[in-house]
């Protein structure tokens, strides 16, 4: 099999795809030769296979980072870190429209969504190139003839490992801060979209970083990933996705060389809506909460909360935004919902749709799939819930979410707070007094007033509760990849 292909892509973007795997600055063959499939969600077709990475790649790929962050990238000065980030930001506005189609083809997206991902992606890039050279210690003053300070080291080898949902912005979350603080990266990407992060791979060669720094891997989680999260030469694993596979991961650390971890796992984000919100506003962030991305974001708010002079309003309004959304092939302008990610993905949020029905929850719009090819679902709705029913506790990761009532601010905070997870949550209402209870109520990593989904390459994002551990973005996305080292120097002679 050969290491690359030319696609030509339904929006006349042509380009060569990456087939390999990403191992010191080279495309390279599997050890085992061994291949897998990539789908396109919306034909259910295959685009082409890429070579799947086993625990012997893995171990190649460990051995590279380790050279280098022992070798050359320990003299590279935080300033050329910062400017290899910045160029590589560069180059991915350079190549946005192709890097968006590809999202488009192995995850599903928008094309117009894709491009969105894209800039984010160059934005964190280009923000945590701007950091590099910032990351400083302290001088400690604790006595006469005493001369104490601290200083950020980076931790060293890093596995990182992405899910299926945002590829290219998630690859740009974890190796980001990585590189900014020093460190080396073994990132391996989803089964599911494996394309883009290949794509992403070439251009940091071309930004200039030296060979074994950044090494990119397609492969499955029972090996790949396995191999990364119990790997004794690997000094840190991070990993966005669910939290069952979370816990999986911090076993893993714990049981090989007890590697620093750091989690972004799953939510059941409450949107709560009161009866002073501008009801066509929140609709809209409400609309964009749930159904953004086909609903599959960690921080989809699907448990809508709507105070209950305002529901029966709300919900007709809200069927009537629904049904301007446009699903369909991700390659048209227009279309805001692509398909889901797999056939999998597909059946277990239709078992969701199902399992809801049987509970006694109606349906208020949607429930059904869309069309008769591609893993296309309507957005859907459900009202009648009740807090105990399967889909008001589990996150199904799809274009489904419940509306329920409140009365007060203390059911609102009540209800929002009924869950294991604590990632994201939203407010809505013109009353400062009211959004300011609700955000420091709720048990959330992010409380958002009167929008949704207001991510920034400088907003701290991560979980509370099941939702995980450390936090993406931001300056305190650093101390994830960094270890403090505190040097203590004698200057009064000897102790006797």
């Keep these: 099999m050969t290491l690359s292909i030319n696609l030509e892509l339904p929006n006349g973007v042509g380009y060569d795809q990456p087939l390999g795997l990403f191992i010191n600055n080279e495309f390279v063959k599997g050890v085992e030769g061994k291949t897998f499939e990539v789908i396109n969600p919306s034909t259910e077709k295959v685009i082409c296979s890429v070579h799947e990475a086993t625990e012997k790649d893995v171990d190649i790929a460990v051995h590279a980072a380790r050279k280098a962050f022992e070798g050359e990238w320990h003299k590279v000065t935080p300033a050329k870190r910062g400017q290899f980030l910045c160029k590589l930001a560069d180059l ?104 883009s992060g290949l794509v992403a791979a070439g251009l940091t060669a071309k930004a200039g970083f030296p060979p074994g720094v950044i090494n990119i891997l397609s492969g499955f989680g029972k090996t790949a ?12 694993v991070a990993f ?39 009801i066509d506003e929140a609709i809209s962030w409400v609309n964009f909460g749930i159904f953004y991305n086909h609903g599959q974001c960690c921080c989809a708010g699907s448990r809508i909360y709507v105070q209950e002079g305002i529901y029966d309003t709300f919900v007709e309004k809200f069927k009537k935004r629904i049904r301007e959304n446009v699903v369909g092939d991700p390659f048209e302008n227009e279309t805001f919902q692509g398909p889901q990610v797999s056939q999998l993905q597909f059946d277990r949020i239709m078992e969701y749709i199902d399992h809801g029905k ?36 589990e996150e199904i990761f799809g274009p489904v979410a419940s509306i329920a009532k409140f009365k007060t601010v203390g059911d ?85």
């Design 225 to 236: 990933g396995a191999a990364i999260s119990s790997h004794m030469n690997i000094d840190k």
């Design 240 to 278: 966005t996705g669910s939290t069952v596979t979370g816990r999986t991961i911090m076993k893993a650390a714990a049981n090989s060389n007890l590697k620093k971890v750091t989690l972004e796992l799953g939510g059941k984000s409450p949107n709560i809506v009161f009866d002073d919100a501008d």
């Design 358 to 393: 049987k509970e006694g929850a109606k349906i208020e719009i949607g429930g059904k799939r869309h069309g008769n090819v591609g893993y296309f679902i309507e957005p859907t709705i459900f009202s009648n819930v009740d807090e105990s029913m399967k889909i008001m506790q």
């Design 92 to 195: 991915f506005e350079e190549n946005l429209l192709t890097l968006a189609s590809v999202e488009a083809l192995d995850n599903g997206k928008s094309v117009s969504m894709a491009k969105g991902d894209v800039g984010a992606a160059a934005a964190c890039l280009r923000y945590y190139g701007g950091w590099a050279d910032k990351v400083h210690g302290k001088v400690i003053d604790t006595e006469h003839g005493k001369f104490n300070y601290t200083k950020q080291e980076p931790i060293g080898v890093c596995g990182q490992i992405i899910p299926w949902n945002f590829p290219i912005l998630m690859w740009a979350w974890k190796i980001g801060p990585a590189i900014a603080t020093g460190n080396v990266v073994v990132l391996k990407t989803a089964e599911q979209t494996p394309l």
């Design 412 to 496: 609102a905070i009540t209800l929002g707070n009924k869950t294991t997870f604590g990632l994201a949550s939203a407010v809505h209402t013109k009353n400062l007094e009211t959004a300011l209870t609700i955000a420091n109520s709720l048990k959330a990593g992010t409380v958002w007033v009167n929008t949704y989904n207001a991510l920034h390459a400088a907003l701290p994002f991560g979980g509370f509760k099941e939702s995980g551990i450390g936090r993406e973005l931001g300056k305190a996305a650093l101390a994830n990849y960094t270890q403090l080292k505190t040097v203590s120097v004698n200057m009064n002679g000897a102790l006797f």
